[in-house]
């Protein structure tokens, strides 16, 4: 949810630096998706701006996160991740102590849910 937030957040709800992990190089699950279902033109867009790295102005970043909410890149993301959930939930059902297992459950939700 870090990488999600990462494109869906500002500055000051975050904490730190929007798109810094594409300024560091880091290709993050939300940037996965959107490439996945990009047409060929925005896939080569997203690319091209990728193999800048360290040099991705402020423009850049906007096309990249422009792109990734037209495929909805951050929601593929959240998705994957509330299917971890689940396996989580399935996981945990062979154990006793529903208090464990709900704060562990509980912990999970939060991590998809959170938003700074």
């Known amino acids: 949810m870090d990488d999600v937030l990462d494109y869906d ?24 998706e959107a490439l996945k279902r990009s047409s060929a033109q925005d896939k080569k867009i997203l690319l091209q701006l ?32 509330n299917a971890f959930i689940q396996k989580a939930e399935d996981a945990l059902k062979v154990f006793d102590g529903a208090d464990q297992k709900t704060q562990l459950l509980d912990l999970a939700h939060y ?3 959170r938003r700074n």
């Open 111 to 113: 991590v998809v849910e």
């Open 9 to 32: 957040s500002t500055e000051n709800d975050l904490g730190k630096t929007i798109g810094k992990d594409l300024l560091e190089g880091s290709v993050t699950l939300p940037f996965i």
């Open 50 to 81: 990728l193999r800048k790295g360290h040099d991705l102005s402020a423009e850049d970043l906007t096309v990249i996160f422009d792109i990734i909410n037209k495929y909805d890149g951050s929601r593929g993301a959240i998705d994957k991740a």
